[in-house]
């Protein structure tokens, strides 16, 4: 699998100048990329191009060869709001999208089971959503997303609402999912500490040049615990010095 975005420009109708322009960047099969920069830089516009939920103003994306013209099942979508429903247990909320999709019984079943177990949250599965916590909210909306199976996991800052303790578990969560699975993400934060963590590859993005600043690989390895050595806080330095520019890194 490779997601491929070609010459890729995005100019809002109302706006004086392009949010983005001359995007090219390719994923390969299992990668994990983040994407990072300043607020108005264009990451959530990124994704949601990828999603095919808008369309490119010019340019192109390929997922696998074949153009994206919009939304499909080969893309799932994570939010930092979790879309949970709040009348649906949280092993009903897991199944949810692969009744849509039409899945057996047995499947959607075995499927919820496996990754409810993966983020931790098989005892509380018979739990209404209004009785867990946040984290908990997005740990089920993370089980939901991978029960889909697509190619290509999209996630727009999911930890990004949370308190720090619960934000850092869930990154190493993720990290130990991403581990077992090798799924391909394509992750937005605005946490340059969570992309080093994360990511193979962060892609900085920036507002003055509507786009891609640099392209920073993270030759760390996994699983990383791996806050206070000092590769890691030079490659946390590298990065805010890319995203902030002239300014000095506190």
């Known amino acids: 699998m490779s997601l491929v975005m070609k010459n890729l420009c995005k100019h809002f109708d109302n706006a004086e100048m392009p949010t983005l322009k001359d995007i090219n960047l390719e994923i390969q099969d299992g990668e994990f990329v983040s994407i990072v920069g300043q607020s108005g830089c264009g990451k959530s516009t990124l994704l949601n191009l990828v999603a095919g939920l808008d369309t490119p103003s010019s340019g192109e994306i390929l997922l696998n060869g074949e153009p994206v013209t919009g939304p499909g099942a080969d893309r799932t979508v994570m939010f930092q709001e979790h879309g949970l429903y709040p009348w649906l247990n949280v092993m009903d909320n897991v199944k949810f999208g692969m ?5 057996s019984k047995e499947e959607q079943k075995d499927k919820a089971e496996k990754y409810l177990k993966m983020v931790n949250l098989w005892e509380y599965r018979d739990y209404p959503i209004h009785q867990i916590s946040g ?16 190619k290509l996991l999209l996630m727009d800052e999911p930890f990004s609402a949370l308190d720090k303790q619960t934000s850092n578990r869930l990154r190493e969560e993720l990290q130990n999912i991403w581990m077992e699975t090798h799924q391909t993400i394509f992750f937005i934060t605005h946490s340059v500490e969570e992309a080093v963590y994360l990511s193979d590859r962060v892609v900085v993005l920036s507002p003055e040049i509507q786009g891609i600043k640099d392209i920073i690989t993270i030759d760390l390895k996994r ?20 995203v902030r520019g002239e300014e000095k890194v506190k």
């Open 99 to 103: 009744q849509l999709n039409g899945v």
């Open 135 to 150: 984290g908990m909210r997005q740990r089920t909306a993370l089980a939901r997303a991978l029960t889909m199976d697509s």
């Open 223 to 242: 699983p990383r615990h791996v806050y206070d050595v000092p590769e890691f806080v030079d490659y946390r330095h590298r990065i805010l010095e890319e």
